[in-house]
């Protein structure tokens, strides 16, 4: 009998659960284990764990690759440029992830890459930067510039010159894209976000089509220790389940609010790319207008981070680490679940006392 394929939201759920057998659990239990009884394929704590497999077969299943996780999302960012030859090119959004350009201007500084910073909406510009680098690394929707690359067109230029093409898939998670069947060999996660979708648990995952590069990343995994916590493994698979229903919750919220937050008068600019729960808006009072709104509201917490159940926001410049290119004012709304007339009411007292 062939297995169905089954649609994402039937995978959610039902991936990597224990086998249909009298008495098994449904769920798969948080295995504490530093070691296992010789003989077998795992024998340490280090080299794998039951719960993080759990969690892997389901992502591994949403994204359709093989997927391993690791302690954290820029874990998995370290973990794939140490990849990356002595002095080969990497080129990277100027707008990726704050920790994936510092990370990416710290391997620079000690002269163990060149980095290739370029604007990833200019797909022209990217295919062309293709031809002397050794990894194209994308993130598509971009944080918080919300930019979106060409994954296709970027990623057949860059076989053609022989370089490999990594998507951090975080924003978009695999419901809205699933960066493999675009071409990409890899595919990165900041699970701490919507995946696990709570705000409780800070993961990484990097999943990829090919054997070799799966062994290539355990061996890594395995020798510099970056793994997951068990805990954290179990409650980002936990998360997952409902994963297709807060995104779809999340998206219409930020679809409703985005309309309302063009037409208002004390925003210049709405960023959205169509699908998601990231909205971000460029105040017209700049920064110190961005900080009586982010200081303002009761419902939307002032925090980092971003994807979990409850709405958040935060002016991106307060940190120093992020480019001049973001705008002063520019706040990134992470819309969640909760009721959008509550969400624009709670927004819409502070903007108007702005506008
Ligand atoms: C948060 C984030 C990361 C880093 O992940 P951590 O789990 O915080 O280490 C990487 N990429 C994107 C797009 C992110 O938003």
């Known amino acids: 009998m062939t297995e169905p394929t089954w649609s994402p939201a039937t995978t959610a759920v039902t991936a990597g659960r224990p086998e249909h057998v009298p008495d098994a659990p449904l769920n798969v239990p948080i295995t504490m284990a530093a070691t296992y009884v010789a003989g077998g394929d795992v024998e340490y704590g280090r080299y794998g764990n039951p719960t993080w497999t759990a969690f892997e077969e389901a992502l591994g299943a949403l994204e359709g690759g093989r997927c391993l996780s690791f302690a954290s999302g820029l874990a998995v960012v370290a973990t794939v440029l140490d990849l990356v030859g002595q002095g080969a090119t990497v080129v990277a959004p100027r707008h990726a992830y704050n920790g994936t350009v510092m990370q990416l201007a710290d391997l620079e500084s000690r002269g163990r890459v060149v980095v290739n910073l370029v604007d990833i909406t200019d797909t022209d510009a990217v295919v062309k930067a293709c031809d002397d680098a050794a990894l194209v690394w994308l993130e598509s929707p971009t944080n918080p510039a919300l930019e979106v690359a060409d994954i296709e067109t970027i990623a057949a230029a860059a076989h053609e010159a022989g370089t490999y093409v990594v998507v951090d898939n975080t924003f978009a998670t695999p419901l809205r894209q699933r960066p493999l069947t675009m071409g990409a060999d890899l595919v990165v996660h900041s699970a701490t976000k919507y995946l696990s979708g709570h705000a409780d648990a ?55 609010l985005v309309g309302r937050l063009r037409a208002h008068r004390a925003i210049a600019e709405v960023r959205y790319p169509g699908f998601g729960g990231i909205v971000s808006i460029v105040l017209n009072g700049g920064a110190d207008g961005a900080d009586l709104l982010t200081h303002g509201t009761r419902l939307w917490v002032h925090a980092t981070s971003l994807g979990g159940v409850e709405s958040s926001l935060e002016r991106r410049r307060r940190w120093k680490s992020e480019p001049a290119t973001i705008p002063d004012g520019l706040v990134r709304l992470s819309v969640g679940i909760e009721d959008v007339e509550d969400l624009w009411t709670d927004l819409s007292v502070v903007l108007d006392g702005l506008a």
Request: proline share 2%.
């Open 202 to 256: 800070v993961l990484g995952a990097v999943v990829v089509a090919d054997d070799q590069l799966y062994d290539v990343l355990k061996g890594r995994r395995d020798l510099i220790g970056a793994i997951p916590g068990t805990l954290e493994a179990w409650v980002a698979l936990r998360g997952l389940r409902t994963l297709h229903l807060r995104v779809e919750r999340a998206e219409s919220n930020a679809q409703a």
